[in-house]
């Protein structure tokens, strides 16, 4: 039997000191430690030193270095079942906790589709036997993907699916999506909705515009999502649904977003780690690491989605980890797959922005944790006693390059090659097992 | 000149051609001057040179071409060069190989020289990334034909006597057209004014970046133009409906002779062919006084004798090696 990593170890007592906590779901923000018992914080805050260390089995200093809650990662794609080539349940857990992730929600698309109890069941058995961290399925909004028919959200619910979703398909029948949504109601289930109008980017590979223009290859334009995103927000008024649009990347559908809020309706939105940090202009001579969906959208677009999410518009970030392999990506632009590998740059390529000064640390921290695990009601996300022992500790500042080759991710297919980025995580812990230390 | 002192001359510092965006005003006066040297030689009995001498050269093209292909073997033929033509479009690709296989394939047997043509924007740039001899784009999607815009710029220039200054209009399917990017690129670099004229579906979003003035009504975009450029409408690369009908766009778009006599009345007519008559352009005028098409296909045969021997003086063995 393969060892459960995210079982706790039964009757062990640990403290971690001299850290610097934070943990912005209760705005703590001080000097001191965390004592761990069975798995689950006991105690947290300043008066914690490594004085308060009797009777415990374990010791960890953390040097001055960050503890924060184990990051929450809504939007990963993996290869199980289906295409374990590319990535497993198992590898993708190991990229995560080596990314600062305790926590990620797996995407429907898969083959066969999760579309049924059964495979929800699949996922979740999987998940508990070979992955490091926490692993939550969503399921199918439609069976097959297809768009037509709603799944059994009932059911599936019960199963252990957190949320529904087409992944990287949009529901774009307004009839179909608006009963998915009526029934999601009831069910108090949450609909994510990858937000593209399909008819308006069939053919396209990259953002129209300029760049696409002088590449010679064809667009896709942002009023897709805008459009989308708009008739959403009406089916959403219309139903009263819970509603969530994966990743947005434009500054037109942010202001959607905003519109819907200042009303009261149920709409949060996510923006992925890719469209905070990069834009068109990165895809230079056809690098298809950086061909994802929807695309990297102008400068402009960047700044507002970084802007939306300082000031909580953008409810959280994603990685939208969507590992290829070299058949899929080695091919010409508009010939290769879309997606970015993700899990293992996440943390990094987000504390970039705060050293940037663009996001305040702990509304970024916020972002990655509370946040998410709040919309999807996870017990992970926060620092608090009496919550799971999912912790990370991060050096805020040493300078490290990415190298592909020592991605953990089974797929090397990172936007962020050769990038050089300041901190990163030190440790990971999921349930007061530590399934991660660097080895610098 | 002996053969000695012009193979140690360099004529660009580039190791592939890739586009005309790479290319600098002096790069391109300096491919025209030489090709103007071979259209001197083309036009002698001894047409053969041997520059190329011991070079090979494949022909790959993933996109069917009758006129580009022959021009570029018959360049190579006439320099020395052992010249190889490679279709792939029915062999390999069929069989689910990529284009990096075809080109480490290729690449093993040890070329100099790689034309190639692909139907997808950037195939040949990523290709030229893993090969060790010189590649030259012959057309990847709607991005660049380089040695097609030379050519154009060959016969104006011999015609026109200069480029700078000149209004030139480009009317038809900008869209889908490498021909057209290429075409304002290099115009613009040697100050050329550009226009370009289509309906608003065949138009690339942006494309007044590029620094064109663009006008969708064809008697308003032709007044007082030096030179007409005429494009394909290129329906194997149309998903769904541009416009409706070959009909309705021969009455809006087609050049014919009374949309013709809006521009200077020495006004070039070009296309870089194949030409569709009656949907882009009238008979009438394809085959009129103010047509050099067929001057444009001499002219191509002599820029590409100039691009395969100022690429094959940087080669290993070159005079102008690194």
Not at chain 2, 219 to 229: N, S
Request: hydrophobic share 40%.
């Amino acid at each position: 039997m393969t060892p459960t990593h995210t079982q706790p170890v039964a009757g062990k007592r640990t403290i971690l000191f001299n850290a610097r906590l934070v943990d912005p779901s209760v705005s703590r923000d001080e000097t001191g430690g965390v004592i761990i018992e069975d798995g689950v914080i006991t105690e947290i805050g300043h008066h914690i030193t490594q004085h308060a260390a009797a009777g415990t089995d374990a010791r960890i200093d953390c040097s001055g270095h960050l503890l924060i809650p184990g990051l929450v990662d809504m939007r990963v794609f993996t290869g199980e079942p289906g295409n374990e080539h590319r990535e497993t349940l198992a590898t993708a857990s190991e990229a995560a906790a080596a990314g600062g992730i305790t926590t990620f929600c797996c995407m429907p698309d898969t083959d066969p589709v999760i579309d049924d109890i059964a495979l929800v069941d699949f996922i979740r058995r999987r998940a508990r036997d070979t992955a490091m961290v926490r692993v939550h399925p969503m399921a199918a909004l439609t069976k097959g993907l297809k768009g037509a028919e709603m799944t059994e959200l009932g059911l599936l619910k019960e199963a252990g699916a957190v949320a529904f979703t087409d992944g990287q398909q949009c529901v774009s029948d307004a009839r179909v999506l608006r009963r998915a949504m009526s029934y999601a109601k009831d069910c108090g289930v949450l609909i994510v909705q990858h937000t593209q109008e399909p008819t308006l980017t069939e053919y396209g590979v990259m953002n129209e515009g300029e760049v696409s223009m002088r590449l010679g290859l064809p667009g896709m334009p942002s009023v897709a999502e805008v459009m989308m995103v708009e008739r959403d927000v009406r089916l959403v008024e219309l139903t009263g649904a819970r509603y969530h649009a994966a990743h947005i990347s434009c500054k037109q559908s942010l202001n959607t977003i905003r519109r819907a809020k200042a009303k009261g309706l149920p709409v949060t939105c996510s923006v992925s780690i890719n469209h905070l940090t990069l834009n068109e202009n990165d895809i230079g001579p056809y690098r298809t690491f950086l061909k994802v969906d929807p695309p990297l959208r102008a400068e402009d677009d960047r700044c507002a989605m970084v802007e939306g999410l300082a000031d909580g518009s953008i409810d959280l970030v994603v990685s939208d980890h969507d590992p290829q392999d070299p058949d899929t990506k080695r091919r010409p632009f508009a010939e290769a797959a879309f997606g970015a590998n993700g899990l293992d740059t996440l943390l990094p390529a987000a504390l970039s922005l705060v050293h940037n000064e663009e996001v305040p640390l702990a509304r970024m921290i916020e972002a990655l944790t509370a946040a998410p695990a709040g919309l999807l009601d996870l017990a992970g996300g926060t620092l608090q006693p009496g919550r799971p022992a999912d912790i990370v500790m991060v050096d805020l500042n040493t300078p490290w390059i990415v190298t592909p080759d020592k991605l953990k991710s089974r797929s090397k297919n990172t936007p962020f090659e050769d990038r050089q980025f300041e901190g990163r995580a030190r440790m990971t812990m999921v349930a007061g097992r530590i399934v991660y230390e660097l080895h610098a | 000149m002996n053969a000695e002192t012009r193979r140690n001359a360099p004529v660009i510092a580039h190791r592939h051609l890739l586009g005309i965006e790479a290319l600098s005003p002096q790069d391109i006066s300096a491919l025209l001057d030489l090709s103007d040297t071979y259209v001197e030689l083309n036009r002698e009995i001894e047409k053969k040179q041997d520059f190329l001498r011991g070079r090979t050269q494949i022909n790959l093209f993933f996109e069917s071409s009758t006129r580009t292909q022959s021009s570029f073997e018959l360049a190579g033929k006439r320099l020395s060069a052992d010249v190889m033509n490679m279709s792939v479009t029915s062999s390999s690709i069929k069989k689910g190989e990529t284009v990096l296989d075809t080109a480490m394939t290729l690449n093993a047997m040890h070329p100099d020289l790689l034309i190639v043509r692909h139907h997808a924007a950037g195939a040949v740039e990523l290709l030229s990334q893993k090969v060790n001899c010189a590649v030259v784009n012959a057309g990847d999607g709607s991005h660049e034909h380089p040695t097609q815009a030379l050519l154009d710029a060959l016969t104006i220039r011999r015609r026109k006597g200069r480029l700078q200054g000149l209004v030139v209009a480009i009317c038809g399917d900008i869209l889908h057209s490498r021909v057209a990017r290429s075409n304002i690129l290099l115009l613009q670099a040697m100050g050329a004014r550009v226009r370009i004229i289509a309906p608003s579906t065949l138009l690339p979003t942006a494309v007044d970046r590029l620094g064109v003035e663009v006008f969708t009504n064809m008697a308003d975009g032709l007044v007082d133009c030096d030179i007409v450029m005429m494009l394909r409408l290129q329906l194997e690369r149309m998903h769904g409906s541009f416009v409706p009908s070959t009909r309705e766009y021969f009455h809006l778009f087609g050049l014919d002779e009374q949309k013709l006599s809006r521009a200077k009345p020495d006004a070039l007519v070009m296309h870089p062919g194949p030409m569709n008559r009656g949907i882009e352009i009238d008979s009438l005028v394809a085959d009129g006084l103010h047509s050099v098409i067929h001057e444009q296909v001499e002219m191509g045969v002599a820029v590409r004798m100039a691009v395969l021997d100022a690429l094959s003086r940087n080669l290993p063995g070159g005079g102008n090696a690194p």
